[in-house]
Structures are given as C-alpha cells and as structure tokens.
C-alpha cells in the first residue's frame, strides 16, 4: 500500500473569517444569557434550560448577535450549564466549611436570603419560593446561600440560638 501524502489546501479566507465571527458572536450570546440567569426569577430554569428555550422560541426571539436558532440554543444550554458549576462548586465549599467550623443549620433552607423571612412554607420540597419576596430557588441552593452568609457572622448564634419545634424538618 502507498501512502499519498496530500498537499494542505490553502485556507479558505472566508470560511476562517466565517468562523471567526461565529465563535466571537456565540461567546457574546453566552454572556447575554448568563447574565439573564443572574436574575433570581429565572435561576429555577437552570434546572431546565430547554423549557426556557421553548418559551423564547414561542416570544419569537431572535438572537442580537444574529445567531440562528440552533446556535443561541446552544449558547443557551452552555450559560445554563456554567451556572449549574458555579453552584456545585457553592455547594463543595459549604460542605468543607460545615465540616472544619460549627455553623447553625437551624432554618437553613426556610430563611429567605434576601429579605431574610423565615417560614417552614417557603419551603415544598426541593423548591424554595419565598412567601415574602417571591425569591425563589432550588432549596439546596438556598440553604447553601444562607450557610455561606452565616460563616464568620458573629450574630448567627443570637439570631438563630431558638431551638427549632418538632414539626419542622431541618437540612
Ligand atoms: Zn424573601
């Protein structure tokens, strides 16, 4: 058998600006939508990026990077995906702190962390929606934002010493 050794083809000038462009207008259309999950309101979606994108597809958006359907879906589910690491890496770092310093795991998951209600029925189940504000997230990502605030605030004990009733359940 004889191997051929092919002569490179020049670059396409074109295609590589092509490229070029797409790779830049997707890292844009990324940004744009992390930044959308910045939102409280919609950080419930991250547990389903593909209802969001049915919802945007049925509003008629179109990408302002000019991106089609297939492209923004994808900058989509990657902004999606970025956040879900960002709260797994929350989440390992609560973990390593509970375990190295005594933190106060009263209400973790029923105190609201931004206006600071605190209800059992904030809580149903694996979702927090807070009955004050209308903060609403996944309950392990609630408890582990209030975890984290309370490292190192010298109040914690005060505020949170009151020894929970029997009918709540605590995380
Ligand atoms: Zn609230």
């Known amino acids: 058998m004889r191997t051929v ?8 000038a074109k295609k590589q600006t092509d490229l070029e462009g797409l790779c830049q207008a997707y890292t844009r259309e990324k940004q744009r939508w992390l930044q959308h999950f910045q939102c409280w309101k919609r950080q419930p ?3 389903r990026p593909r209802t969001l994108r049915d919802e945007m597809v049925k509003q008629g958006y179109r990408s ?16 999606a995906e970025t956040w879900d690491k960002y709260w797994q890496s929350i989440f390992v770092k609560v973990r390593l702190k509970i375990s190295h310093q005594q933190v106060n795991p009263a209400y973790g998951s029923q105190s609201c962390p931004f206006c600071e209600f605190v209800d059992s029925r904030n809580r149903k189940g694996d979702r927090f929606q807070c009955l004050h504000c209308g903060h609403e997230n996944a309950s392990d990502r609630i408890a582990a ?16 010493a009151s020894p929970p009733s029997k009918n709540h359940s605590f995380r």
């Not at 302002?64 to 902004?79: C, E, I, M, V, Y």
């Not at 209030?146 to 004990?157: E, M, S, T």
């Open 145 to 160: 934002q209030n975890y984290a605030r309370r490292f190192g605030d010298p109040k914690d004990r005060a505020v949170y």
């Open 5 to 12: 050794k092919r002569k490179a083809l020049p670059p396409n």
């Open 45 to 47: 979606y991250l547990e």
């Open 64 to 79: 302002p990077n000019q991106l089609q359907a297939r492209h923004w879906k994808l900058a989509l589910n990657d902004a």
